[in-house]
């Protein structure tokens, strides 16, 4: 199948280049990103009962996420550096399947979306639990980081329905 959208990030030449979003409006956008960190039962059960050496693993991982977001820009090359209002990260334990889910909602007014900044916070988020928790369980798997909502902008709102 072929794609009909062309690629923003690719100049005359087919070289990198940032988007130039001088012209578009500022609007009001949202993003919420999510992913999974699974591990070993008897890691779940040491954050939960704050039995990590290295200290509170959700508190420190929920403050890892944020900053990642307000540095996206700074580790993605073609990002822009946007009006971040607000980012809100939240961790739902699974006991069942032994795995911990990172929700990351991001927000702005800005020219341009915001959903970089969700999925990087989820990204940050998840690499932090396994930092904390490595010394105890290094099969620990980063799994299924994705997009789940966007709204704002000139392409509208975006609902992932696939899970």
Same mark, same amino acid.
């Given at each position: 199948?072929?794609?009909?959208?062309?690629?923003?990030?690719?100049?005359?030449?087919?070289?990198?280049?940032?988007?130039?979003?001088?012209?578009?409006?500022? @609007?009001?956008?949202?993003?919420?990103?999510?992913?999974?960190?699974?591990?070993?039962?008897? @890691?779940?059960?040491?954050?939960?009962? $704050?039995?990590?050496?290295?200290?509170?693993?959700?508190?420190?991982?929920?403050?890892?996420?944020?900053?990642?977001?307000?540095?996206?820009?700074?580790?993605?090359?073609?990002?822009?550096?946007?009006?971040?209002?607000?980012?809100?990260?939240?961790?739902?334990?699974? #006991?069942?399947? $032994?795995?911990?889910?990172?929700?990351?909602?991001?927000?702005?007014?800005?020219? @341009?979306?915001? #959903?970089? #900044?969700?999925?990087?916070?989820?990204?940050?988020?998840?690499?932090?639990?396994?930092?904390?928790?490595? $010394?105890?369980?290094?099969?620990?798997?980063?799994? #299924?980081?994705?997009?789940?909502?966007?709204?704002?902008?000139?392409?509208?709102?975006?609902?992932?329905?696939?899970?």
């Amino acid at each position: 199948m072929e794609n009909k959208r062309n690629l923003t990030h690719l100049g005359k030449h087919g070289r990198a280049k940032m988007v130039d979003v001088s012209e578009k409006k500022i @609007t009001v956008r949202e993003a919420v990103a999510k992913g999974l960190i699974k591990m070993e039962k008897e @890691t779940l059960d040491l954050i939960k009962t $704050s039995g990590v050496k290295k200290g509170d693993v959700l508190a420190v991982a929920q403050v890892a996420g944020i900053m990642g977001a307000k540095k996206t820009c700074d580790i993605i090359p073609m990002c822009h550096p946007i009006q971040i209002t607000g980012v809100d990260i939240d961790f739902k334990i699974d #006991e069942k399947n $032994s795995s911990i889910e990172i929700l990351a909602t991001t927000k702005t007014m800005d020219r @341009t979306g915001i #959903e970089m #900044e969700a999925l990087t916070a989820v990204a940050i988020a998840a690499l932090t639990i396994y930092d904390m928790c490595k $010394s105890v369980d290094k099969t620990m798997e980063i799994k #299924e980081i994705k997009l789940v909502k966007k709204s704002g902008g000139r392409s509208g709102t975006f609902v992932r329905t696939d899970g």
